[in-house]
């Protein structure tokens, strides 16, 4: 049985509308970082503005953690949740070479997406004082393909694919003390540890893939996650770095 890791909170919630939104209703009033687990969404979303499908069985969940940092510094945590959920995903299934981490924000299973990331924050001026991670995981069952945008991978899930049977809880238990321990290398030594075991998981990583920011499309060689985060392309025109935006192959 996995250890719940020390400082976190966490709360189990039959149903609600989404646990980004509930997250930003309860953020001021946390002492530490908490631990949202949905059973249930009425209203989930993902990356700019677009709905998450969550079938029975699957997990939706976010953590919340009180920061004082900069916008750049807090956006990092999507490295560090993905690191987390590769963990969690190695821990339930015991298979280290099906799992892979695309930027900027999801994890891969066999070619297909199995989990997604989406942060939000609040802050106080220039400092983002709460950080929500959102996280959503297909577990027991992927949505139908017709409900992800044209060009997206497609949705896969942990039991029809492996056979890998765990229940949110379980799996929250399992996330919970991955990203805790990655949490404290983050803080510790900042983010060139957590780049570096990014990388070494990287999908795709000196292959051509296509990337799509609101304004542009690049399509390149994907030759590096810099040390903002950032994707690098090698291009026709030359060496170019995204900060933000989505990825197909």
Not at 184 to 200: E, H, K, V
Request: aromatic fraction near 8%; glycine fraction near 10%.
């Amino acid at each position: 049985m996995t250890a719940w890791p020390s400082g976190y909170g966490r709360r189990v919630l039959p149903s609600v509308d989404s646990t980004l939104s509930e997250a930003a209703r309860i953020a001021s009033d946390l002492a530490g970082p908490e631990w949202l687990l949905a059973l249930e969404q009425t209203a989930a979303r993902g990356r700019r503005g677009r709905t998450w499908a969550m079938p029975a069985g699957n997990f939706a969940g976010t953590l919340v953690l009180p920061l004082d940092e900069v916008p750049g510094q807090a956006a990092l945590r999507s490295f560090v949740m993905s690191l987390a959920l590769r963990d969690a995903f190695v821990a339930a299934t015991g298979r280290e070479d099906v799992f892979a981490l695309k930027w900027p924000n999801d994890v891969l299973l066999r070619g297909g997406k199995v989990a997604g990331i989406l942060l939000e924050s609040v802050g106080s001026g220039a400092r983002v004082t709460h950080l929500a991670i959102g996280v959503g995981v297909n577990l027991a069952a992927a949505p139908d393909a017709s409900q992800v945008e044209e060009g997206a991978l497609p949705p896969v899930a942990l039991k029809p694919t492996l056979g890998a049977d765990i229940s949110p809880e379980s799996f929250l238990d399992l996330l919970a003390a991955a990203y805790a321990r990655y949490e404290d290398q983050f803080r510790t030594y900042g983010f060139d540890p957590i780049r570096t075991a990014w990388r070494a998981h990287a999908a795709k990583m000196g292959e051509v893939i296509t990337a799509r920011t609101t304004r542009d499309t690049h399509v390149g060689t994907f030759m590096d996650v810099d040390r903002d985060g950032q994707l690098v392309l090698e291009t026709a025109k030359g060496r170019i770095t995204i900060p933000a935006g989505d990825v197909y192959f």
